[in-house]
T-cell receptor, first 116, second 112 residues
Framework: DTGVSQDPRHKITKRGQNVTFRCDPISEHNRLYWYRQTLGQGPEFLTY????????KSRLLSDRFSAERPKGSFSTLEIQRTEQGDSAMYLC??????????????FGPGTRLTVL | GENVEQHPSTLSVQEGDSAVIKCTYS??????FPWYKQELGKGPQLIIDIRSNVGEKKDQRIAVTLNKTAKHFSLHITETQPEDSAVYFC???????????FGSGTRLSIRP
């Protein structure tokens, strides 16, 4: 399977714990995105990487959230001191930079986080 | 600010009938409008897209229309089939950014 993969698919944690999610993009894609999707809503943009550089961060990304893409390949999203309001589906997407910005963003299956 | 509104939130149609989902966007700088289908337990998947220099685009049973003046765009699905049941999202991408701004989604159900 050469699509975007995310791990884990499900995570249940207690309030106050730290969690980390991983995203492996399509191998030749240099652009990587994180979105958050709550029940009954569309995905909301969190942050964007071009290669290893984090180029944009949403106001939704509080100081408890941090994302990295150290070698321009896989990315991690960490949430510190989780709160119940962090419960959501966290989606990763990637796209090729070649050919301009009309290129499709390919989404992974998401990591569903439940904070008890 | 950047905003995409989508309606209806739920839509139920008889198999074989047509379904229409409508969206509006707020920023006139938007120039690319993808539509995504999301099935249960999966990430969104692109089904069709349209650029701002095009008024209509069709791909088999799916068509999209764009009215730049009114900032409206729509998805039309003809001859609906059970496998069309899913949540559909309209979206807009702004020229100065590569992030996608999604609508709130339409849950489409196809009645047999």
């Amino acid at each position: 399977d050469t699509g975007v993969s995310q791990d884990p698919r499900h995570k249940i944690t207690k309030r106050g714990q730290n969690v980390t999610f991983r995203c492996d993009p399509i191998s030749e894609h240099n652009r990587l995105y994180w979105y958050r999707q709550t029940l009954g809503q569309g995905p909301e943009f969190l942050t964007y990487f071009q290669n290893e550089a984090q180029l944009e961060k949403s106001r939704l990304l509080s100081d408890r959230f941090s994302a990295e893409r150290p070698k321009g390949s896989f990315s991690t999203l960490e949430i510190q001191r989780t709160e119940q309001g962090d419960s959501a589906m966290y989606l990763c997407a990637s796209r090729s930079g070649a050919g301009g910005f009309y290129n499709e963003q390919f989404f992974g299956p998401g990591t569903r986080l439940t904070v008890l | 600010g950047e905003n995409v509104e989508q309606h209806p939130s739920t839509l139920s149609v008889q198999e074989g009938d047509s379904a229409v989902i409508k969206c509006t966007y707020s920023d006139s700088a938007s120039n690319y409008f993808p539509w995504y289908k999301q099935e249960l337990g999966k990430g969104p998947q692109l089904i069709i897209d349209i650029r701002s220099n095009v008024g209509e685009k069709k791909d088999q049973r799916i068509a999209v229309t764009l009215n730049k003046t009114a900032k409206h765009f729509s998805l039309h699905i003809t001859e609906t089939q059970p496998e069309d049941s899913a949540v559909y999202f309209c979206a807009a991408t702004y020229s100065s950014a590569s992030k996608i701004i999604f609508g709130s989604g339409t849950r489409l159900s196809i009645r047999p």
